[in-house]
Nanobody
Framework: QVQLVESGGGLVQAGGSLRLSCAAS????????IGWFRQAPGKERDFVAA????????YYADSVKGRFTISRDNAKNTVYLQMNSLKPEDPAVYYC??????????????????WGQGTQVTVSS
């Protein structure tokens, strides 16, 4: 079992940057692909980015390509989401999620076994 805790959210001006962290418990962290999703009020939870178990491959939603970077440090049981050039459409609660041995379909919420509690990102214009 994996427990996930997000941190790093906050208020930032448009064009600014934030780095989110997703810290995981457990000794099998490297067995999990990790995804970031976000949910704005009244909207569905949407895929943002994902990283494979070793960190060798990353995937992004079109809306964040070139602005966000996902990475992981398996020695620290942590995944990061570096968010640059934040836009007024980026505010949401950001969640990380873990999927055991997942190798495809990273953008689908289905198959992510564990979810964090979320961290709020707010962008002021």
């Amino acid at each position: 079992q994996v427990q996930l805790v997000e941190s790093g959210g906050g208020l930032v001006q448009a064009g600014g940057s934030l780095r989110l962290s997703c810290a995981a418990s457990g000794r099998t962290f490297s067995s999990y692909a990790i995804g970031w999703f976000r949910q704005a009020p009244g909207k569905e939870r949407d895929f943002v980015a994902a990283v494979t178990r070793t960190g060798s491959s990353t995937y992004y939603a079109d809306s964040v390509k070139g602005r966000f970077t996902i990475s992981r440090d398996n020695a620290k049981n942590t995944v990061y989401l570096q968010m640059n050039s934040l836009k007024p459409e980026d505010p949401a609660v950001y969640y990380c999620a873990a999927s055991l041995y997942r190798s495809s379909g990273f953008s689908s919420r289905t198959g992510y076994n564990y979810w964090g509690q979320g961290t709020q990102v707010t962008v002021s214009s």
